[in-house]
């Protein structure tokens, strides 16, 4: 048992040039698959109207008090949230404040302690140049007085040796 192919394939052919007579009017396939295509996309357009309407009852039926409790929460917690940021901002800024009065303070005392170590530098200094002249005068008196012994030692060394020479004991 063969089926002949192209007697299907001539049926299929000339099925688009066949009528049906429907209720009184002829109609063609293509004429037949536009009618089923149409009233595919009415049903189809009917069961998504259908679909849509389920939601919005769906949606309409919601418990709103639920989700105003929720929203309330969620309000509260971020009331908290905001709070505690404006308290560290402010805890911050104070912060930078007491740093800012701090530095201002440190760098006063600086100056300060600069200024004491400029006097202690000065009067040392001052100090140091007295003392080099008082020591220079000293160094002089001695000098003086250091040329003075010399000058009397030597005289009393020649009278001892001219005392010597002199003795008539002394050969």
């Avoid at 698959?33 to 919005?56: E, K, N, P």
């Amino acid at each position: 048992m063969m089926v002949d192919t192209t007697k299907i394939a001539d049926e299929i052919d000339g099925l688009a040039d066949k009528e049906l007579k429907v209720g009184g009017m002829k109609l063609t396939f293509a004429s037949i698959m536009a009618i089923l295509a149409f009233i595919s996309t009415v049903v189809g357009g009917l069961y998504g109207g259908f679909v849509l309407y389920q939601r919005i009852e769906a949606v309409a039926g919601l418990d709103l008090d639920e989700y105003q409790a929720e929203i309330r929460f969620i309000d509260n917690k971020i009331t908290a949230l905001t709070e505690k940021s404006e308290q560290g901002i402010d805890y911050t800024r104070d912060i930078k404040n007491s740093l800012k009065n701090d530095i201002l303070r440190i760098e006063k005392q600086a100056d300060r302690t600069e200024t004491l170590v400029r006097n202690v530098v000065d009067q040392v200094r001052d100090m140091i140049d007295k003392a080099s002249g008082r020591f220079e005068t000293q160094r002089e008196r001695l000098r003086t007085t250091q040329k003075g012994d010399m000058a009397e030692l030597e005289a009393r060394l020649k009278e001892l040796v001219q005392r010597a020479l002199d003795n008539p004991l002394a050969n």
